[in-house]
C-alpha cells in the first residue's frame, strides 16, 4: 500500500506536465517565469514640436512670436480672430462680411496673448513703429514747399511714424507723440489684445 502511494506520488509531475502538452502544445519547461505584462508605449522623442489648431493655446505656449511657425496648424486667420477684432474695435455691427475682413487681418503672440490687427486704410499692421525724432527728406520737401503748413500727412511722414509733424519756416517740426511702440515694436493703437474664447 505505501509502495503504491509513493510511486503515485513519483509519478505526479510527469502526469501534470502531460496534460500541460496536451493543453497548450509546448512542453513544460522547469521553473519558467510567469508571464509578465506588456512594456508601456515609447514616448516620443525628447525635442519633438508639439502643434496647435488653437490660437489661444498656441500663444499660450509660444510667448512672443511675430509671425506664426510652423508649430501652428490651423486655419491663418479663424473666424474666431475675426469675431474679436470686431468685438474689441467696437464694430461688431459694421455689416462687412467675415469672410472679407480675413483676407485683411493678421494676428501675432505677444506676453503669451493673441493680438490681432486690420490693414483697414493704411494701417502697417506688419511694420514696426517709427520712433525717429528727426525728420525725413520728404518732409523737409514738403516743409520746403508748404512753409506755413502746420500739419505734415502721413501721406508725407509715413503711417508708422509715432509722433505728428507740422512745419515752421519752411522746416519740419515735431508737434506731440499720436502713439506709442508696444512690448514687440509694433503700433500700440492699431493692435488689439483678444481675451480668450471671444
Not at 509715413?158 to 511702440?181: A, E, F, M
Request: with cysteine; net charge neutral.
Amino acid at each position: 500500500m505505501k509502495k503504491s502511494f509513493f510511486s503515485f506520488l513519483y509519478a505526479l509531475p510527469i502526469l501534470l506536465a502531460l496534460a500541460l502538452v496536451a493543453c497548450t502544445g509546448q512542453p513544460a519547461t522547469p521553473n519558467a517565469p510567469l508571464a509578465t505584462a506588456p512594456a508601456p508605449a515609447t514616448l516620443a522623442p525628447t525635442g519633438a514640436r508639439i502643434t496647435y489648431t488653437d490660437p489661444f493655446a498656441y500663444c499660450s505656449a509660444v510667448g512672443t512670436i511675430d509671425a506664426l511657425d510652423s508649430r501652428y496648424t490651423g486655419d491663418p486667420v479663424p473666424l474666431m480672430i475675426i469675431q474679436g477684432y470686431l468685438k474689441a474695435a467696437g464694430l461688431e455691427n459694421n455689416g462687412e462680411p467675415l469672410q472679407i475682413l480675413q483676407k485683411s487681418t493678421i494676428w501675432r503672440c505677444m506676453n503669451k496673448a493673441v493680438y490681432v490687427c486690420n490693414f483697414g486704410a493704411n494701417l502697417p499692421c506688419d511694420s514696426k513703429a517709427d520712433t525717429d525724432k528727426n525728420p525725413t527728406q520728404p518732409m523737409q520737401d514738403f516743409c520746403k514747399s508748404n512753409p506755413t503748413t502746420d500739419f505734415i500727412p502721413m501721406s508725407v511722414t509715413g503711417h508708422t511714424t509715432i509722433y505728428s509733424w507740422g512745419c515752421v519756416n519752411d522746416t519740419p517740426k515735431l508737434l506731440g507723440q499720436l502713439d506709442q511702440p508696444d512690448a514687440a515694436g509694433y503700433l500700440s493703437r492699431i493692435w488689439y489684445r483678444l481675451p480668450p474664447n471671444p
